[in-house]
């Protein structure tokens, strides 16, 4: 989703904001641009693409600059196109933008009898012509900003410059993420510090309703009233090659590779002597959870697919009635939380602007005894607006398609469950050793599979021609299939629904035949038998099946069959284990196809908008 970049320093800003812009790039966006303020005044660039192009287009007609904005765009109001780009600009003033203004219409009929002449078809234009008017009417750009934000409805991160106050660069924050850069002799701004690491390694993280002024030698925060604020500076531990590919061709398979560490971090400290250590909640989740009887978990997209998973665990390990649902129907409906209950929320950004609406529609009922939130992202609104947070320590994620944070959302997850089954009684001393040892291996099952990545690739090209794929799951392993064509969707375009198995034949089976390959997610376990019914009803109707199932399961490869034989795992790894394939098999058609993998089309990594 949209991108913001600013700069304000002693020497050229130009690089810094491409830099930036690339490094903000895996959000997802559309078309790109930047403003800087210079000696003829304020100068823009906007390119339809990728930043390569805008910087193409720089490179053409270099800009040297003190003070700039920058922007990647992920149209919601108007096409992909040079006029809709930001910076959107006034007379002197120039503007971008995250987030969406709900009102425009309104203030845009409004500027436009006031002799305002509009050239986008954005909300955000209106936010420049606003400061334009106040400015043209004797204000300071700080003043105009703090008289325009109580007229904005909506959600926005906000960077504007005035090319008469060459000095200075303001921001506003409201309901979507902005963070401020701390140099020497030189201030920054971004949506997310990765934009930044190159030159700062220290930012202060903006709290809704801030605004601050930088100038290159200092900087205040404060709100639209006046009030001065004071906000922790944090020093990241981050190196700016965090956020490489290495010796990877996309992001995407570097995080599936990093997943075997990933869960070993997400796990680290969490454990000892087979028990899970209460101390990883934080030291007030004892009281808050004392009193839980239910969980509710709400998310979006990949997340949602983890709590879908961790509901099976809760109410069949834990015994606890857990619900889950998606944050946009939750946010909008009048919901009926149960007493005493865990409302978890699950987000990689921490920022998803439907799941934090959820967490703050369920906060309105004195039935949540505590909010939890699973998160890959320390400083995002989710954590701050949490009573408790568990970190999935995945690092950062820069493929759109989600792969090590969901993994690492499944064992953070399995560590809340296994607390709140020893405190139901639900189980013994024992079996959470035994429970807690399953995770713990979970990294080494994770690398089993990862070795036999070239077989995935070849399994990858059968698939190829085909314009469609069924995924079929029971159990635990239905939202794995879930995520599994959510994948092969996001990444290589193909057509791909999910269905647990059982319902084959209440409808899907209807759409199966030899362009149809079934893709059957089938470890050891109860169900086992069952699947084994529902695929044999897609083998006689000439269904070509693909099963990734435990070696010892009793799958053969035959004609119209291909087995993928999956290393022994348990209940509490089998979800985790089973879905690398998955994200394998989706990255390999994906490639094959010539697709952008890391940023698909129409995608964006951090929804801040609903
Ligand atoms: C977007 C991303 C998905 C992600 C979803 C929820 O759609 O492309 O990969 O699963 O948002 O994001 P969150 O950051 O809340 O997990």
Redo the contacts with the bound molecule.
């Keep these: 989703m949209c991108g913001i970049v600013g700069a304000i320093a002693q020497r050229n800003v130009s690089p810094i904001l491409i830099e930036g812009l690339r490094r903000l790039e895996y959000r997802g966006y559309d078309s790109a641009g930047l403003a800087l303020v210079g000696d003829n005044g304020l100068q823009r660039r906007r390119a339809v693409g990728k930043v390569a192009a805008l910087a193409d287009a720089l490179a053409a007609s270099p800009l040297d600059s003190r003070l700039g904005i920058a922007h990647t765009r992920w149209a919601t109001h108007g096409v992909p196109a040079e006029r809709n780009s930001h910076p959107h600009a006034s007379r002197t003033v120039a503007v971008v933008h995250n987030g969406i203004i709900e009102n425009h219409e309104a203030l845009r009929t409004r500027l436009i009898d006031a002799g305002y002449a509009f050239e986008s078809e954005t909300d955000t234009e209106v936010v420049a012509h606003l400061l334009q008017q106040q400015i043209d009417a004797g204000s300071s750009l700080r003043q105009a900003l703090c008289a325009i934000l109580p007229e904005l409805r909506g959600a926005y991160a906000l960077a504007v410059i005035d090319a008469n106050s060459p000095d200075h660069l303001l921001l506003a924050r409201k309901g979507s993420p902005l963070v401020l850069g701390v140099g020497i002799g030189e201030h920054f701004a971004a949506s997310d510090a990765l934009a930044l690491l190159p030159v700062t390694n220290r930012f202060v993280y903006l709290e809704e309703g801030d605004i601050a002024e930088l100038r290159a030698s200092g900087y205040e925060i404060f709100t639209a009233d006046g009030t001065m604020q004071q906000r922790p500076v944090r020093t990241s531990t981050l190196s700016p090659d965090a956020v490489d590919k290495g010796p990877y061709r996309h992001f995407m398979t570097k995080e599936i590779f990093e997943q075997p560490v990933a869960l070993a971090q997400t796990l680290q400290g969490r454990t000892a002597h087979g028990r899970v250590l209460e101390a990883c909640l934080g030291p007030q989740a004892e009281a808050l959870l004392a009193r839980v009887r239910n969980v509710h978990i709400v ?5 949602s697919h983890a709590g879908m998973v961790a509901r099976y665990w809760f109410e069949q390990i834990a015994r606890v009635p857990c619900q889950v649902e998606l944050a946009s129907e939750f946010r909008y409906r009048n919901p009926v939380i149960a007493p005493d209950t865990l409302f978890i929320t699950i ?3 921490g920022e ?1 602007a439907d ?1 934090l609406e959820a967490l703050r529609h369920a906060r309105q009922s004195a039935n949540v005894a505590a909010a939890l939130v699973i998160c890959n992202a320390p400083e995002s609104s989710l954590v701050r607006e949490s009573d408790i947070a568990l970190m999935t320590h995945a690092g950062p994620e820069r493929s ?3 792969t090590k ?1 969901f993994t690492t959302q499944l064992m953070a997850l399995a560590l809340v469950m296994l607390l709140m089954a020893r405190r139901s009684g639900a189980i013994d001393a024992e079996r959470e050793a035994e429970l807690v040892a399953q995770l713990e291996a979970a990294p080494r099952l994770v690398e089993d599979v990862l070795a036999q990545n070239d077989r995935i690739r070849q399994i990858a090209e059968s698939l190829l021609t085909k314009q469609n794929a069924l995924f079929l799951g029971r159990g635990p392993m239905w939202p794995v299939a879930m995520e599994g064509a959510l994948k092969l969707k996001e990444v290589s375009y193909v057509h791909a629904e999910a269905y647990a198995a059982g319902e084959l034949k209440h409808g899907p089976l209807a759409l199966v035949d030899e362009d149809m390959p079934v893709i059957a997610v089938a470890p050891r376990g109860d169900l086992l038998d069952k699947v084994k019914s529902n695929l044999q009803e897609v083998r006689a109707r000439g269904g070509e099946l693909l099963v990734f199932a435990d070696a010892e399961a009793g799958f053969r490869d035959e004609p119209g069959v291909t087995v993928f034989g999956m290393p022994h795992g348990a209940e509490l790894t089998d979800p985790i284990v089973y879905t690398i394939p998955l994200q394998l098999l989706a990255y390999h058609v994906a490639v094959l196809k010539g697709t952008d993998v890391d940023q698909p089309r129409n ?5 801040t908008v609903e």
Excluded at 603 to 607: E, I, M
Aim: proline fraction near 0%.
């Design positions: 998310a979006c997209g990949t997340s987000s990689q950004s998803t799941t759109v398609a989600s944070a995608l964006a990594k951090s929804v």
